[in-house]
């Protein structure tokens, strides 16, 4: 999935990532024994139901004894015989509880929303089952009355009516079962390559009716040195010496490489290196001044998930991923992309400002996060709470960093000054603010673009952590207001995060909308707080103040 840090051009359809993922490994066992989550605020100890540290040998073994289990699985929540589950990740709890997220497969074909999550006690017993669709998977047939060649025309067509260049589908396009709207389909999906119109690279995924040739789906997928950084200020990196030269591999934290484009928009780039430990000199005009600060948001998005959630890397496997520094020429955008597993960051207009803020970088690793995740779909509702979870993180690793060129706010890309005039991309205290963004859910929220329906998670987000009304942090005055009328306590930014990412890791699915996801946090603040506690009526009363149930 690629998933850009905004939309410069409004679609009118954007899409889902649906790639399956086949086989992923995971966990038993804790590393040094506890659970990250733990209540900065009081000091006390980490939460039952809070997620713990796991060895990634340890997450291997568990992830094969979930998959060795799969098909007594499957029976027991009432698949038919053509179904079959394949682990994508697994979350396990301080006291025991494991939560296992499946993608499904019929006959042998990816199913693309057919994507549960199965929750275990300690002992074992299945406590519950959380599905990104209900439907039975009945196929009258898996023979397609339209040819491949069709629906990879259908979705080259659509690529080049969007805009895109060098247009070709990526490879030819495979035979699923579509189930994501609610009724099971026999599909074909085509990826269609190339570039869109922004520069920003092509991973159109159309979902085309195999027994129809009508159009089912489509969406865009592309979501220790010194380091002397345009906003970070001088920090420290970790880096890798080999011989008498270093380089930018941060061999502490999974392996993670920041390499120069040097203008291109393809391939890996060039690994940075030289004879000294020091990168960049803080003005924009050094090529390393941008990858120190790409180096040191990844570095501090890590240490955020660690600190924070427990979690080793994004996928929890302990492995890093890479960052592309100086894509092409005046390109304003960043972007995340499943396909090589990585954060690319254009250098802005006049090549002048780098997107490589912090909170940017960390924005681009989340929606990594999610899709080893939930995989919430790129599209729609669950588009927004997509692109609203990495603002989420983003802001939370900002605040975690606790850097004085950069202090922790609820604005995001303040640094970057997209819009030529110092103004912030976006504001989650006040979505609105931007000139597109929702404050509050209504009926056509799906139909806006992903980075504006966010709005209301956002809001959310803030008013759960802040509370309502006229305030100042760091310097910086909000000014929250709710849909009802409402005033909203917050119950702090810790607790709040704590329940955003239990619920994306283990309550959320592809399909989610904001009705589900009010229902994902509740259960998230109930697991970890309690039903009868302050923070589940926080949630609650946060989410009808942005008018979500």
Same mark, same amino acid.
């Given at each position: 999935m690629t998933s850009p840090l905004y939309a410069r051009h409004k679609r009118t359809t954007l899409a889902i990532a649906t790639a399956v993922a086949a086989g992923a490994l995971l966990t038993t066992g804790l590393t040094s024994g506890t659970s990250a989550a733990a209540d900065s605020a009081s000091g006390k100890p980490a939460l039952a139901a809070a997620p713990v540290l796991l060895s990634a040998p340890a997450r291997t073994t568990l992830i094969k004894e979930q998959q060795a289990n799969a098909t007594k699985t499957a029976d027991e929540i009432g698949l038919g015989a053509q179904e079959k589950l394949v682990v994508k990740d697994v979350v396990k709890d301080a006291d025991g509880t494991v939560h296992t997220r499946y993608e499904r497969t019929y006959a042998g074909l990816p199913v693309l929303g057919g994507d549960l999550v199965v929750h275990e006690s300690k002992s074992g017993e299945t406590k519950g089952v959380t599905r990104a669709t209900k439907a039975a998977l009945k196929i009258a047939s898996l023979k397609p009355t339209v040819t491949a060649a069709k629906a990879e025309k259908q979705a080259v067509t659509l690529a080049k009516a969007d805009g895109s260049e060098k247009t070709e589908a990526n490879s030819a396009p495979r035979k699923v079962i579509w189930a994501a709207d609610g009724k099971p389909t026999l599909a074909y999906e085509t990826v269609v390559g190339g570039l869109q119109e922004d520069g920003t690279p092509n991973e159109l995924h159309v979902i085309t009716d195999a027994a129809t040739g009508k159009k089912l789906y489509e969406h865009q997928a592309i979501e220790t040195g010194t380091g002397n950084t345009t906003y970070s200020g001088t920090v420290t990196l970790s880096t890798t010496k080999s011989g008498s030269t270093y380089n930018l591999t941060d061999g502490t934290r999974g392996g993670h490489k920041t390499y120069n484009l040097n203008r291109g928009t393809s391939g890996t780039g060039t690994l940075y290196s030289g004879s000294d430990d020091v990168w960049g000199n803080g003005n924009p005009s050094n090529t390393e001044t941008a990858a120190a600060d790409a180096h040191y948001g990844a570095q501090i998005t890590w240490d955020f998930y660690k600190s924070a959630f427990g979690r080793n890397g994004i996928r929890n496997d302990g492995k890093g991923a890479y960052s592309r520094v100086h894509y092409g020429n005046s390109y304003v955008n960043a972007f995340w992309s499943d396909s090589c597993f990585c954060m690319t960051y254009g250098d802005g207009s006049g090549n002048t400002n780098p997107l490589t803020s912090l909170d940017v970088a960390a924005h681009e690793m989340s929606h990594g996060l999610t899709s080893v995740t939930a995989g919430l779909n790129y599209s729609g509702e669950s588009g927004g709470l997509n692109e609203a979870t990495s603002d989420i993180f983003g802001a939370g690793a900002e605040f975690f960093a606790n850097n004085s060129s950069d202090v922790g706010d609820y604005l995001i890309g303040e640094e970057i000054d997209i819009n030529g005039d110092g103004s912030p991309l976006r504001y989650m205290d006040k979505p609105s603010k931007d000139g597109a963004s929702k404050d509050s859910w209504s009926s056509s929220l799906g139909s806006v673009?992903?980075?504006?329906?966010?709005?209301?998670?956002?809001?959310?987000?803030?008013?759960? =952590?802040? $509370? &309502?009304?006229?305030?100042? #942090?760091?310097?910086?005055?909000?000014?929250?207001?709710? =849909?009802? $009328? &409402?005033?909203?306590?917050? #119950?702090?930014?810790?607790?709040?995060?704590?329940?955003?990412?239990?619920?994306?890791?283990t309550y959320m699915t592809s399909t989610t909308k904001y009705a589900q996801a009010r229902t994902a946090t509740l259960n998230a603040a109930s697991a970890l707080y309690g039903a009868s506690s302050a923070e589940y009526k926080a949630v609650a009363a946060a989410w009808s103040a942005v008018n979500v149930g």
């Open positions: 673009d992903v980075h504006y329906s966010s709005g209301p998670a956002n809001h959310f987000f803030y008013l759960l =952590s802040e $509370g &309502s009304g006229s305030k100042t #942090i760091n310097g910086v005055t909000y000014n929250s207001p709710t =849909s009802n $009328g &409402s005033t909203v306590t917050g #119950i702090g930014r810790t607790k709040a995060l704590q329940i955003w990412y239990k619920a994306l890791t």
